[in-house]
T-cell receptor
Framework: AQSVTQLGSHVSVSEGALVLLRCNYS??????LFWYVQYPNQGLQLLLK??????LVKGINGFEAEFKKSETSFHLTKPSAHMSDAAEYFC??????????FGTGTRLTIIP | DTAVSQTPKYLVTQMGNDKSIKCEQN?????MYWYKQDSKKFLKIMFS???????INETVPNRFSPKSPDKAHLNLHINSLELGDSAVYFC???????????FGEGSWLTVV
């Protein structure tokens, strides 16, 4: 069965430090992978996506993620954290069955 | 010019009541969804419609009944509301296939 796993339900980083949010997937078919961000009391906003082609994808707000098939991973990174990055981040996969399967989310806290 | 809009955003109601959440998308997409986000922020698909036809029904109680009058609208009606129905309900849409899913702003339902 296809699944998405996010390691670490809470991640805290200092302002200006590297942000690394981990996502692994399990799938028997090539996946499409996504990162969404949810700010408090708001909806889900797409950060970036991987479908095919280039494995390093860049998204909004300075985020990027790299699809690594050998590691079944799609980790989200940002070189320098900003206070406005504090939010809940969701990794999700589409495994060809017309729906998104979400990870359990990672709450990112930025320390001033 | 909101892409996926849902109403109401906040809804507080008593147990046993019947309520509806409306959703409209102006993106021309063929597929629409309802997702539920529980108190632990976990997101799970409830229903998916493609061109007004139900294609996914993920073991949701019969008290939940989606209705799609046309491919731009997917409403969610809930009968006999229970405390456990308290959650955030997200409407979403996408073109057919493994493409990006666009979410609405969410409807915060509280059953008291």
């Amino acid at each position: 069965a296809q699944s998405v796993t996010q390691l670490g339900s809470h991640v805290s980083v200092s302002e200006g430090a590297l942000v690394l949010l981990r996502c692994n997937y399990s799938s028997s078919v090539p996946p499409y992978l996504f990162w969404y961000v949810q700010y408090p009391n708001q909806g889900l906003q797409l950060l970036l996506k991987y479908t095919t082609g280039a494995t390093l994808v860049k998204g909004i707000n300075g985020f990027e993620a790299e699809f690594k098939k050998s590691e079944t991973s799609f980790h989200l990174t940002k070189p320098s954290a900003h206070m406005s990055d504090a939010a809940e981040y969701f990794c999700a996969g589409n495994f060809g069955n017309e729906k998104l399967t979400f990870g359990t989310g990672t709450r990112l806290t930025i320390i001033p | 010019d909101t892409a996926v809009s849902q109403t109401p955003k906040y809804l507080v109601t008593q147990m046993g009541n019947d309520k509806s959440i409306k959703c409209e998308q102006n993106l021309g997409h063929d597929t629409m969804y309802w997702y539920k986000q529980d108190s632990k922020k976990f997101l799970k698909i409830m229903f998916s419609y493609n061109n007004k036809e139900l294609i996914i029904n993920e073991t949701v109680p019969n008290r939940f009944s989606p209705k799609s009058p046309d491919k731009a609208h997917l409403n969610l009606h809930i009968n006999s509301l229970e405390l456990g129905d308290s959650a955030v309900y997200f409407c979403a849409s996408s073109p057919s296939g493994k493409n990006t899913i666009y979410f609405g702003e969410g409807s915060w339902l509280t059953v008291v």
